[in-house]
């Protein structure tokens, strides 16, 4: 039988994850898991900007000598997938992790008053294959190249991030705005539901595909974190949560880090909820 030393098992030791998106948000808290979990993150990020940004933060908050790194990368393109993951085994010889983050963040120009441009009669073409193409081609193809790299060694794990939103539709009540025509409401994109539903399809193949490799395979789907909304917003989102409030980024770090460690050994292939309680209701 297998013996665990529960503290133990949290412990990644000096393991290396990529993380997508790493220069994000919640991409730097994943990283902040890894760090703390005393792992290796290692940042993909299409922004040059936001990955020095993110690890200049991880070096003043950890010190120094705090072991990360961060490349360059569309996660949209399979060369620049490659070019990373070379980079990655001649710097530290393995890759042990994968956390599929990234997110196409589409600025709608024109603000509020072009928000027609998003409900779903108008939704573009462009912008649905601009948004699959990073949420969900980019998690496909990172699976591929660094799962390859990590069945060859036959262990790893893949977190991808989903949303309480991958469970549940969106309640579009919640982002409509006094004064505006109906036509002009904002809407919450198709393409968000889209993506982080079939990240939990990509989650459950992965698990079984992989398993015999020995990596498993889990999604989490977080509930919205508190960014600075308005208050006309967090009016209407609260109510349905039933913990009564949006999550703090650093909420999600302890679930993180126990998905990608060895604490959740026998999990793969798992959905696992985070959103106080919103899809219970
Ligand atoms: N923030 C929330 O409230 C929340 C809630 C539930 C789920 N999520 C999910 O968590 C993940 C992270 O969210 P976030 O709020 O940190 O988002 P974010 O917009 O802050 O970060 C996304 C990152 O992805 C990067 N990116 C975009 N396109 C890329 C590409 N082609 N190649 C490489 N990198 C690319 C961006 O540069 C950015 O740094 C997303 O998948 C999001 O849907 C977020």
């Given at each position: 039988?297998?013996?665990?030393?529960?503290?133990?098992?949290?412990?990644?030791?000096?393991?290396?994850f990529?993380?997508?998106?790493?220069?994000?948000?919640?991409?730097?808290?994943?990283?902040?898991?890894?760090?703390?979990?005393?792992?290796?993150?290692?940042?993909?990020?299409?922004?040059?900007?936001?990955?020095?940004?993110?690890?200049?933060?991880?070096?003043?908050?950890?010190?120094?000598?705090?072991?990360?790194?961060?490349?360059?990368?569309?996660?949209?393109?399979?060369?620049?997938?490659?070019?990373?993951?070379?980079?990655?085994?001649?710097?530290?010889?393995?890759?042990?992790?994968?956390?599929?983050?990234?997110?196409?963040?589409?600025?709608?120009?024109?603000?509020?008053?072009?928000?027609?441009?998003?409900?779903?009669?108008?939704?573009?073409?462009?912008?649905?294959?601009?948004?699959?193409?990073?949420?969900?081609?980019?998690?496909?193809?990172?699976?591929?190249?660094?799962?390859?790299?990590?069945?060859?060694?036959?262990?790893?794990?893949?977190?991808?991030?989903?949303?309480d939103?991958?469970?549940?539709?969106?309640?579009?009540?919640?982002?409509?705005?006094?004064?505006?025509p109906?036509?002009?409401?904002?809407?919450?994109?198709?393409?968000?539901?889209?993506?982080?539903?079939?990240?939990?399809?990509?989650?459950?193949?992965?698990?079984?595909?992989?398993?015999?490799?020995?990596?498993?395979a889990?999604?989490?789907?977080?509930?919205?974190?508190?960014?600075?909304?308005?208050?006309?917003?967090?009016?209407?989102?609260?109510?349905?949560i039933?913990?009564g409030?949006m999550?703090?980024?650093?909420?999600?770090?302890?679930?993180?880090?126990?998905?990608?460690?060895?604490?959740?050994?026998?999990?793969?292939?798992?959905?696992?909820?985070?959103?106080?309680?919103?899809?219970?209701?």
């Amino acid at each position: 039988m297998l013996q665990m030393d529960i503290k133990n098992s949290f412990d990644l030791k000096r393991k290396v994850f990529v993380i997508t998106g790493g220069a994000g948000l919640l991409g730097q808290k994943h990283a902040e898991a890894v760090t703390e979990g005393n792992g290796i993150p290692v940042l993909l990020d299409i922004s040059r900007e936001g990955l020095d940004d993110a690890v200049s933060h991880m070096k003043m908050k950890y010190g120094a000598e705090t072991e990360i790194s961060g490349f360059a990368a569309d996660i949209t393109s399979r060369e620049d997938i490659g070019c990373a993951r070379d980079s990655i085994i001649k710097k530290y010889g393995h890759i042990d992790g994968l956390i599929n983050n990234a997110a196409n963040n589409p600025k709608v120009e024109g603000g509020a008053a072009n928000m027609k441009a998003i409900q779903f009669e108008n939704f573009p073409l462009e912008m649905w294959m601009e948004d699959i193409a990073v949420g969900l081609t980019g998690a496909f193809l990172c699976a591929q190249v660094f799962g390859q790299a990590m069945a060859e060694q036959g262990s790893g794990v893949i977190l991808n991030l989903s949303s309480d939103l991958g469970v549940i539709a969106p309640d579009q009540r919640i982002y409509r705005k006094k004064g505006l025509p109906d036509e002009e409401q904002p809407v919450k994109p198709v393409t968000y539901s889209v993506i982080k539903h079939g990240l939990i399809g990509l989650t459950k193949y992965l698990a079984t595909y992989y398993a015999e490799k020995g990596i498993r395979a889990n999604a989490l789907c977080p509930g919205g974190v508190y960014n600075g909304q308005n208050e006309e917003f967090l009016d209407k989102l609260t109510p349905l949560i039933p913990m009564g409030r949006m999550a703090s980024a650093d909420e999600y770090k302890g679930t993180v880090l126990y998905l990608i460690s060895d604490a959740s050994s026998y999990m793969t292939g798992s959905t696992v909820i985070a959103d106080g309680g919103r899809t219970c209701w």
